[in-house]
C-alpha cells in the first residue's frame, strides 16, 4: 500500500489548489520556460523526481502528479528531493501571490472542507493565500475528499452550501 507524503505545498499551492495556471505577474522558473505546458513542467518535476530518488510516475494528462511514494519513505529525503526539483515548476514552484478576495474565498474553502469531514483542513496562509497540506495525510484522490471539494467548489470556487 502507499501512503500519501505531502510534498512541501509550494508545488501544490501552486498547482492543484489554486488552478494549475500562472498568474498575471508569475516568472517563469530556471529550468521552465514560458513555452512549457503545465503538463510538460509537470512531466520535468517527476522525472528530476525520480532521478533524486522517489519513485514518482509521470502525470496523466489533467491530472496533476500523483504525491504517493512508498510507504517508509524517509520525508526528509522526500522533501530534500522536492526542493531540488521545485525549479521546474512555474513560478519556482512557489505560489502566486493572491488578491485579497481570492484569499477570502480560499478562507471559506478551507472552513468548508473541514465542515465536510477534513477536520485537520488548514487556513491559507496569510502571505500567499495558498493552502499547504505539507506534513499532513490528504489524499485528493480519495472519494472524502472529493466530495469534501466538490460541495466546497475548489479553492476560489463557489460553495454550493452556504456556510453561516
Known sequence: MRSRIALALAVLAGLILTGCSP?????????SSPSMSIE?????????????????????PG???????????????????NQECKKFMPNGGEPPKLSA???????QYAKCMREHGLPDFPDPDPETGGISLSGRQFDPND?????ADKTCGGPGGTHSEKNG
Open 23 to 31: 498568474g498575471e505577474g508569475d516568472t517563469p522558473s530556471a529550468e
Open 101 to 107: 478576495e481570492q484569499l477570502e474565498k480560499n478562507r
Open 63 to 81: 491530472k496533476g502528479v500523483d504525491l504517493s511514494v512508498p510507504d517508509g519513505m524517509d520525508p526528509q529525503v522526500v522533501e530534500a528531493a
Open 143 to 147: 472519494p472524502g475528499f472529493q466530495a
Open 40 to 60: 510538460d513542467t509537470m512531466v520535468a518535476y517527476a522525472r528530476c523526481m525520480r532521478e533524486h530518488g522517489i519513485d514518482m510516475p509521470d502525470p496523466e
